[in-house]
């Protein structure tokens, strides 16, 4: 589900450098998509984006501002067994995923919303 919270430029701006991210046009142009409108978009979901609303930009600045983003702990990144894409998602706390296999959508579900029970060997931790 698309976040439809809207976050001013402001507020963008402000959420890089408390992350110690150097908040560059097209840097805060790109978390606005991926906070606000994106739906857990792949790269190449934010490189069409990109392509389409801001003057020259290249693939590898898109993938080097989504890194930045992952690594500032303002995305997460998943990889979904089903696909080889890279998915990336602006909610960061601990939830889980619903895929639709019929329409390849991918819907968060909050940790309260589901019950599961973990029959893992002692051995074994879970991190997440």
Not at 34 to 59: F, M, R, Y
Not at 89 to 98: E, L
Request: hydrophobic residues 35%; charged residues 25%; glycine residues 4%.
């Amino acid at each position: 589900m698309k976040n439809t919270a809207y976050l001013s430029t402001d507020l963008v701006q402000k959420k890089l450098q408390a992350a110690g991210v150097q908040p560059t046009l097209q840097r805060i142009a790109i978390c606005k998509y991926v906070l606000c409108e994106g739906d857990h978009p792949t790269a190449e979901d934010v490189t069409k984006w990109a392509e389409k609303n801001l003057d020259k930009i290249s693939q590898a600045t898109v993938y080097n501002t989504l890194n930045t983003l992952v690594d500032a702990g303002l995305l997460r990144v998943f990889k979904l067994p089903h696909s080889e894409k890279v998915i990336y998602d602006s909610n960061t706390h601990d939830h889980y995923h619903f895929l639709d296999e019929a329409s390849g959508n991918l819907y968060d579900i909050e940790a309260k919303d589901i019950s599961v029970e973990m029959l893992v060997p002692h051995q074994f931790e879970v991190n997440s």
